[in-house]
């Protein structure tokens, strides 16, 4: 299973910070990637900006979880800022 859900509480804000996605193909729910957090491949300085609808967390086989994400910081432009990280 894999889901999005929206963060609330102090220190969470709804544009930087509140989206996440979560899966349990380990076994254990866990947090897959988060609005702000550092994208896993990506140079330094370079975060999670949002998830969108079509980027709902995808599952195999292996219980690997792959995510469609726009990108943010040093270095992103149009040609880059969107990826499966």
């Known amino acids: 299973m894999a889901f999005e859900a929206h963060l609330t509480g102090q220190g ?18 866990e947090l897959v990637a ?13 975060n999670f900006n949002s998830f969108t609808s079509s980027s709902w967390p995808l599952l195999n086989n292996a219980g690997q979880t792959a995510i469609r994400a726009e990108l943010t910081g040093a270095g992103t432009v149009a040609e880059n800022q969107r990826g499966w990280p």
């Open 12 to 29: 969470v804000d709804a544009e930087t910070n509140a989206q996440g996605l979560w899966s349990d193909a380990s076994g254990t729910l």
């Open 34 to 46: 988060r609005q702000g957090n550092p994208a896993p491949g990506t140079p330094a300085g370079v």
